[in-house]
């Protein structure tokens, strides 16, 4: 969970938590890209929200850049340290 790596106010889908969603449909999601065109994206796959950001919606990615690098704080077991 992201408690055991120091990521505070993530891992829960909670008012004021940063998350990250996929909604997908189980049954349609299928990897559609090959050698010839590696970057096509999967079908299936409706929404993605970025730290409650939508990004990503029917296949076709907004510009949207919700993300923060978490870089690694020292020992693994010791968490990450946003930046």
Do not use: K
């Amino acid at each position: 969970s992201a408690a055991r790596f120091g990521l505070a106010e993530r891992g829960e889908i909670r008012e004021g938590y940063w998350a990250d969603l996929v909604l997908f449909d189980p049954l349609r999601v299928r990897d559609v890209a090959d050698f010839t065109a590696p970057q096509r994206a999967a079908e299936g796959i409706d929404g993605v929200w970025v730290n409650g950001v939508l990004s990503y919606r029917d296949g076709q990615a907004n510009g949207a850049r919700a993300g923060r690098f978490l870089a690694r704080s020292g020992d693994l077991r010791g968490g990450f340290t946003a930046l």
